[in-house]
């Protein structure tokens, strides 16, 4: 569920460190930044957006340590590859 409180995260992925938060999908705020993540749908389906989660937490939680960034935001500081 969305809160109307944004919040400042910190992102972590390539070993590069960027200010997103915790309103947007991941996918969107990395495309912003000039990441080029492979997608086909961008709503969960197809699973061409998986990334790993290193360290910290997403909405919804990921499985084994991997999920899909066009359905995924951060509820907290993240490191991905």
Do not use: D, H, W
């Not at 309103?23 to 061409?48: A, H």
């Amino acid at each position: 569920m969305k809160t109307n409180n944004c919040v400042n995260i910190i992102i972590i992925f390539q070993g590069k460190k960027f200010i997103g938060n915790n309103q947007e999908i991941l996918l969107e705020q990395l495309e912003k930044k000039g990441f080029r993540i492979p997608y086909y749908c961008r709503v969960g389906i197809c699973g061409e957006c998986q990334l790993q989660l290193i360290s910290g937490k997403i909405i919804p939680p990921a499985i084994k340590k991997s999920f899909l960034s066009c359905s995924s935001r951060p509820s907290s500081n993240i490191e991905i590859a």
